[in-house]
């Protein structure tokens, strides 16, 4: 992938994702879903100009449903979850 602001979806604001970035340094992101791991690394280090130490992908698989008699599915889609350097610092909702 030649784009890197293409592999980087958007970051996922949820309860579990806030405490892992406050207690851990951790970030988690919506992700290309054909994106590796160290795809993800070199974009989030050109992106944020910060140093990641690991990243750990999530493979989520669609939900199925149901709307009367027709039948659905929703897309497959993947998360990551970005760890800092220690010392690391990035806030995504600054721009916001």
């Known amino acids: 992938m030649s784009d890197m602001?293409?592999?980087?979806?958007?970051?996922?604001?949820?309860?579990?994702g806030i405490n892992l970035k406050e207690k851990e340094n951790?970030?988690?992101?919506?992700?290309?879903?054909?994106?590796?791991?160290?795809e993800i690394k070199k974009a989030v280090?050109?992106?944020?100009?910060?140093?990641?130490?690991?990243?750990?992908?999530l493979r989520i698989l669609g939900k199925k449903k149901r709307?009367?008699?027709?039948?659905?599915?929703?897309?497959?889609?993947?998360?990551?979850v970005v760890t800092l350097k220690k010392g690391e610092k990035l806030d995504l909702a600054e721009g916001m």
């Open 5 to 16: 602001h293409s592999i980087l979806l958007k970051p996922l604001f949820t309860e579990k």
């Open 26 to 38: 951790k970030v988690v992101l919506q992700v290309k879903y054909d994106a590796n791991k160290s």
């Open 45 to 57: 280090e050109n992106i944020f100009k910060v140093k990641v130490t690991d990243v750990n992908t």
């Open 67 to 80: 709307l009367g008699k027709f039948t659905g599915k929703r897309p497959d889609w993947k998360k990551a």
